[in-house]
Structures are given as C-alpha cells and as structure tokens.
C-alpha cells in the first residue's frame, strides 16, 4: 500500500459518479431494461371517504395488450405481518394502508386498482376504462373540522411523548416583564424530485427482486418480506442510484406493494412509474401544522419561560408524529419549558419526513419568535440569542458533545455585513425597494447508526469499497471513496465504491444527516480491517515481508490475486452521556417592492458547524440546495386543498411553485472549525438537514424589518403584504 498518502478528506473532490450522471450510463430505477417487462397504471379513488360499491373492469380487459386489472375484489390476500420493531422512519401507531385487501376508501387519491399491459400506453388507456362506484361517507377533509375531534391516536402511543416541561413555564410566563404569544402556520408541502418514484418488481419462482427508487434499500426488503410472509433472504432490493427524494423515499409506499402483486399476477416483471401528479397522493408530504410559542424574559433579555405548543397534522389510518418541539427543548437556555404536541387525523394519505423533519418546522416558528421578542425588547437579534445561549443541552441534562454556534453567528455576522443593518423597520431603502435583514439560528440533531462495510484491495493496485447504502444526491459515492482512500493510503481514482444494493453489507437509512457518521465509521473501519488482516498475512509469511509496501507488491509476494476486509460499526453509550447536534447561523437580506408586494431575497448567508468536513464541494452543494429550499418553503410552496374533494389542486410543477434559478441569488457558505470525536471516530456531524433550518424565519424575520409588517404563516405571499396588513391579523 501506499504509506503516509496526502489526505484527501476534506479536499473539494469532484463527484465521482459525475460521469455517470452526465452522460446518461447512470440507471434509475425505472431505467432497467428487462426482458419481457410490462407495465402498470394505477386506478385512484375519486372520494375521499367511503366504501368501493362496484368496480367494472370489462372494458379495461377487453383492450389489446391489457394482462390482467387488479383490485381488491380478486387481489390476493396479503399476511401484512406486523414488524416486530417498525423502522424509526415509521410511524409507530396505526398501519400502512393495506393495498387492495378491502373496500374502505381512506382518502382521495388511494389506489383502488392497477391495470397491466405490454406498454405503458395500453396501460393509461386502459385505467381510464376502469369503472369505479362508491358509497361515499362524510369526510374529515379540513384541519378545523380534525381539530374538533377526538383523535383516535394519541403520540403517547407512538413512542413519543407529546408533553415535556421543566420547572413552570405558565406561571414564568405570567410573570414576565416581557412576552410574545403568537401562532405560526406550516402548511402542507410536497416533495417534488425530479425522478418520479418507480419501481420494477421481477419474481423468479418465489424470489423476488426489486429495482426501486429508495433511500434505505434494507428497510425495503424488510417491509416487503413481511407485507409478503416471505423469507428476507428471498428478496432483493436494487437501486443504485436516487434522483432527488428529500425524505419521500424514506418509506417503502404501496405502489412497491402493488408493482410486486402485479408481477405475480402477470408472470412477468412489472414496472410501476408515478406520474408527477399520483406523486401528491401516493407518497406523503411535510404536513400541516399549526403552533403556539410563548416567551417570557426579563428585561436584560435573559428568557425565563418557553412555552411550545404544535398541532400536526396526520392520516386516519397510521399515526405520523414530528419532533417539531425539540428545538425548543433545548436550544437557548430557559428554566421554565413547556411543550405540548397533538395531531389532527384527516381524510388525506399519511405525510412522511421531509428534509429536517419536524425541526425546520419547529424552528420556523420559534426563530420567528425570538425574532418578535428581540423587537420587544428592543435588542439585537444576536446579541438575544448569545445572552441566551445553551452551553449543555438543558432538556435532556447533558453536555454537548460538541458546539461551536458562537463562532457560527461572529462569521456569518461578519460575512453579511450585520452591522450595517439600521435596526428601525422599513429604515433601509434602495430606490423603491424596501431593504430588509433577518437572521435565525439553525439547528439540527446529530445521530450515528449501525452500519457494516467490505473492503477488497486487488493485485493491480486498485480497491473496491461496498455497502448497501443509498445516494440520493448529497454525495455518498464520492464521500465514501474518499474515507476508503484516506484509510487505504490510495488516490482518489484507485478506490471505486458500490451501495444500492441489498447484496451487499448492511446500512442504515440515508436519511437524518446520519450516513457520514454511520456508514463513513463503517468503511473507514473495513479499510482498517483490511490493512490489519493484511499485517497478519505478512506476519505469517514463509518470509518476513513488509506490509506497508505498495498493494502490487504485496499481493504479487504472497501469490494473491485480492484480500478483503469487514467491519460493523455502531455507536455505544454516548447517546446516553451526551447530545450532539450541527448547528448554524442564517442571515438573509430581503428586498420587498412596496408597490407590488413582490420579495426576492438577494443574499443569504450561513456559517455551519457540521463536525469535520468530508468533502468541503459536496457540502457546500448541500448547504445551497437547503438554502434554495427554505427560500421556497418562506416564499412559495403550498398545497393549495380543496376542502370538498380532499385533495390538493396545484398538484403539478406548473401551480405548486418550487425556486427556480430566477429565484437565487447569492448563497454564502462557509464552515467553522469542528470535529466531534465523541459522536463518531471520522469526527462528523452530518450536513444535510441543518441546510434548511432557520431559513424560512430568517426571511420572515428579514420582511419583517423591510415593512414593519409580522407574517406568521408561509408562504409569505405578496397580498399579504399589500395593503399594510397588520401583524397580528397575517
């Protein structure tokens, strides 16, 4: 091997699969190219409450090409086991909706059939033949009319505690010389990959192989496995590469399901592939959820009581729960904390994580407040939350395992320019332009899973490098290339790493930030393990030789043509002697044309503490994408629902608005110094999630100071604006 190597962690790498991606060699999940395969088109319910009466597929099957139609009056019945322990990206109370078992409808859009063909036109054709009759029932389609009820799931029995508090934040709050109480509104908010979900499900006997788009393909054999009542070691799951999911491929939804039936019934593959609108309904979504945040202080600033109070929103059948109220818990220092968390069932598919989960939406609403606070107090914005500061995480009683948030405000505030910001709303002009700066903290949970990885180092010099890990975008190819050729002393273009594959060793969800610290621990461990098996080799040569010569040689010498090494990797007790977290700096400049109410947001700049950083290109690429991101969750994304059909109406890319290159400007990142050891041995925290936090209440925190005007629901809309709306009624 090649001894004392240059590092190349933390080296701006290009992405290795780069090529791959550009010229088109890369295969998504729909882009397997199978023999005989067939296609399906999915039948979705009309109603959003109800029971199916009739279903005629008469004219569906009397179409050339159509195979068979499927639906619960001639599916098989599935054995749904229950998961012993369900994934933590499960819900924990209720269960997924079981695909074509019964006739209960449980919202609108719910397959309720699926038509296979020999092309995918037969099968669209076909699907619109299929008729469906319903007894319709009244619905729970808005979050007032689910307010009012009685839910049948409470989160105490998800496994997450709905209420937590410390000392008597009511009573503190009372007291306090000044307050702010207010509500803040997340509404519904999609997911919108450019890869659609797809899967193509193939049976060989009673094996099955599936080429999915998914962020977690072991969870995805499990699932199916036990949908199924089939041995694990039956399925395999393949999904090389992700294009875009943001957490909505986190779960393993019914059309994975339905494309595996369909296959059998068939006796050929089958390729099931969402349109951009069954997207809406047959993944979820980030949900709507409404919260309470009272703060109490003294008057030098110092918080005395915290109150967080959210409501979200979920399906009838599973219960889905978020951690919005963490942030709260224990990002600034407080004595009195209260938090309370319920849900509101609905008529409507199951939401599902989507970037920072629950966090992004948590800190929404409490930046935007202690934005409201520093106002009533009269404060600087950072200089509250420096007077606030949490040196040990105080909800849970433990020390950080690391945090470096001071040097995050100093160097974004300095990056900025914050103190050239005139404090006095609608003070900053450029012409008719309102001028506005805003900032917000940003946090985020730091995790670390267990995780299994195999190294193999061949005789021509080169290294191979597996996990059945996912890459939905971040990165992961070329991160983990890097860690394997750190480790192994080899450059960058000798090292070649393969995941998506559930043929290969175990990892965890690509999900929560936790992929570096978990499956990066892994490799590097694997590569170690290598090098020491080949130490022992050496040893026990006929011949002493030595180990730390070039891998050609040492190979040659020892008559091998290749030696592998394995590891695990998982985290031991310092979840218990510790909390970890990334944290981070926002500051936003906003321009708001007074006239039109039009906002565009020139700047926005972030400093992050994120641990020791990998690959300083692909993460800067994260921290922008997250950026763009808030941006759209402060400015543009919403569900608009209609209440009379359940469902949601802009359910496409030309209505439901996303950022587009128009929309960005200048996005500034930079990294303070960092490494956690304590969380993880490659000394990380994770990139991803802390991206989109405090975004949103930045921007809302930056029109504020730009007109004076308080909106505490997104998006901020320009008819919000116009007309001088007064804060307390947006």
């Known amino acids: 091997m090649t001894a004392h190597a240059p590092s190349v962690i933390g080296q701006p790498v290009s992405r290795v699969d780069g090529p791959e991606k550009v010229t088109g060699r890369a295969r998504y999940a729909a882009e397997f190219d199978l023999a005989d395969l067939a296609y399906g088109a999915l039948v979705l319910s009309t109603v959003p409450a109800g029971r199916i009466a009739a279903i005629d597929a008469s004219a569906a099957q009397a179409r050339p090409g159509v195979l068979a139609v499927i639906h619960h009056g001639n599916a098989p019945r599935l054995p749904y086991n229950r998961m012993p322990e369900r994934a933590q990206v499960d819900p924990k109370s209720g269960d997924q909706l079981r695909v074509?078992?019964?006739?209960?409808?449980?919202?609108?859009?719910?397959?309720?059939?699926?038509?296979?063909?020999?092309?995918?036109?037969?099968?669209?054709?076909?699907?619109?033949?299929?008729?469906?009759?319903?007894?319709?029932?009244?619905?729970?389609?808005?979050?007032?009319?689910?307010?009012?009820?009685?839910?049948?799931?409470?989160?105490?029995?998800?496994?997450?505690?709905?209420?937590?508090?410390?000392?008597?934040?009511?009573?503190?709050?009372?007291?306090?010389?000044?307050?702010?109480?207010?509500?803040?509104?997340?509404?519904?908010?999609?997911?919108?990959?450019?890869?659609?979900?797809?899967?193509?499900?193939?049976?060989?006997?009673?094996?099955?192989?599936?080429?999915?788009?998914?962020?977690?393909?072991?969870?995805?054999?499990?699932?199916?496995?036990?949908?199924?009542?089939?041995?694990?070691?039956?399925?395999?799951?393949?999904?090389?590469?992700?294009?875009?999911?943001?957490?909505?491929?986190?779960?393993?939804?019914?059309?994975?399901?339905?494309?595996?039936?369909?296959?059998?019934?068939?006796?050929?593959?089958?390729?099931?592939?969402?349109?951009?609108r069954e997207l809406y309904v047959s993944i979820g979504f980030r949900p709507h959820t409404e919260q309470r945040v009272a703060l109490g202080a003294e008057r030098d600033g110092r918080l005395t009581a915290v109150i967080h109070e959210a409501t979200g929103q979920t399906a009838l059948y599973e219960e889905y729960a978020e951690v919005t109220l963490d942030p709260s818990r224990n990002l600034y220092s407080c004595p009195n904390v209260r938090s309370r968390y319920r849900l509101v069932e609905m008529n409507t598919n199951s939401p599902c994580p989507m970037r920072a989960p629950g966090t992004a939406t948590g800190m929404l609403a409490l930046e935007t407040a202690m934005d409201e606070l520093a106002v009533a107090l009269g404060m600087d914005p950072v200089e509250l939350r420096l007077r606030n500061y949490a040196e040990r995480d105080e909800h849970k009683d433990l020390p950080w395992s690391s945090k470096e948030l001071r040097a995050c405000y100093a160097q974004a505030a300095e990056r900025f320019g914050w103190s050239r910001r005139n404090p006095a709303p609608r003070s900053m002009r450029d012409g008719r332009q309102l001028v506005g700066y805003g900032m917000a903290t940003a946090m985020y949970p730091a995790h670390r899973s267990k995780a299994s990885a195999r190294a193999t180092v061949f005789a021509n010099g080169t290294a191979l490098v597996q996990a059945a890990g996912s890459d939905m975008g971040p990165g992961t190819y070329t991160s983990m290339t890097q860690v394997a050729a750190d480790a192994l002393g080899l450059p960058v273009e000798k090292v070649r790493f393969e995941l998506g594959d559930t043929d290969l060793p175990f990892a965890p969800v690509h999900g929560g930030s936790i992929t570096m610290a978990s499956l990066g621990s892994a490799v590097q461990a694997a590569c170690r393990a290598l090098l020491d098996d080949m130490r022992r080799v050496c040893r026990a040569a006929p011949q002493p030789m030595d180990p730390d010569g070039p891998f050609e040689a040492v190979l040659g010498a020892l008559n091998l043509d290749r030696i592998v090494g394995e590891a695990d990797s998982a985290p031991g007790d310092e979840a218990q002697t510790y909390s970890s977290a990334a944290f981070g700096a926002v500051f936003v400049e906003v321009r708001v044309d007074e006239d039109l109410g039009s906002i565009r947001a020139p700047r926005i700049v972030g400093a992050y503490d994120v641990g020791r950083v990998v690959n300083p290109k692909t993460a800067r690429s994260q921290c922008i994408g997250g950026m763009v991101q808030g941006l759209g969750m402060a400015l543009l994304e919403k569900a608009e629902w209609d209440e009379r059909f359940g469902r949601v109406m802009n359910a496409n890319l030309a209505e439901y608005l996303v950022p587009v290159c128009a929309d960005v400007a200048e996005l500034d990142v930079t990294f303070v110094e960092s490494e956690d050891a304590i969380l993880s041995p490659l000394g990380v925290k994770g990139v991803a999630e802390i991206a989109i936090c405090g975004v949103a209440a930045a921007i809302l925190n930056a029109v504020h100071h730009a007109t004076g005007l308080r909106v505490r629901e997104v998006p901020v809309h320009p008819e919000r604006l116009l007309g001088g709306v007064d804060a307390s009624s947006v």
């Open 100 to 276: 074509f078992q019964d006739d209960v409808v449980h919202f609108a859009g719910q397959p309720v059939a699926v038509v296979v063909a020999s092309t995918q036109e037969a099968a669209d054709a076909a699907a619109a033949l299929v008729q469906v009759t319903y007894a319709q029932e009244a619905a729970v389609s808005t979050f007032e009319a689910g307010r009012g009820r009685e839910p049948t799931t409470q989160t105490q029995r998800g496994g997450r505690p709905g209420d937590a508090s410390r000392g008597d934040a009511d009573r503190a709050f009372a007291a306090a010389p000044v307050r702010v109480d207010a509500v803040y509104v997340q509404p519904r908010e999609h997911h919108n990959a450019i890869e659609p979900h797809a899967t193509i499900a193939r049976w060989d006997g009673d094996r099955l192989t599936l080429f999915d788009k998914t962020q977690w393909p072991d969870n995805d054999r499990k699932e199916i496995a036990y949908i199924f009542g089939v041995p694990e070691e039956k399925i395999r799951v393949i999904s090389p590469y992700v294009g875009g999911a943001f957490g909505s491929a986190l779960r393993t939804w019914p059309h994975v399901t339905i494309a595996a039936v369909a296959a059998k019934a068939a006796g050929r593959p089958v390729r099931i592939e969402l349109t951009r």
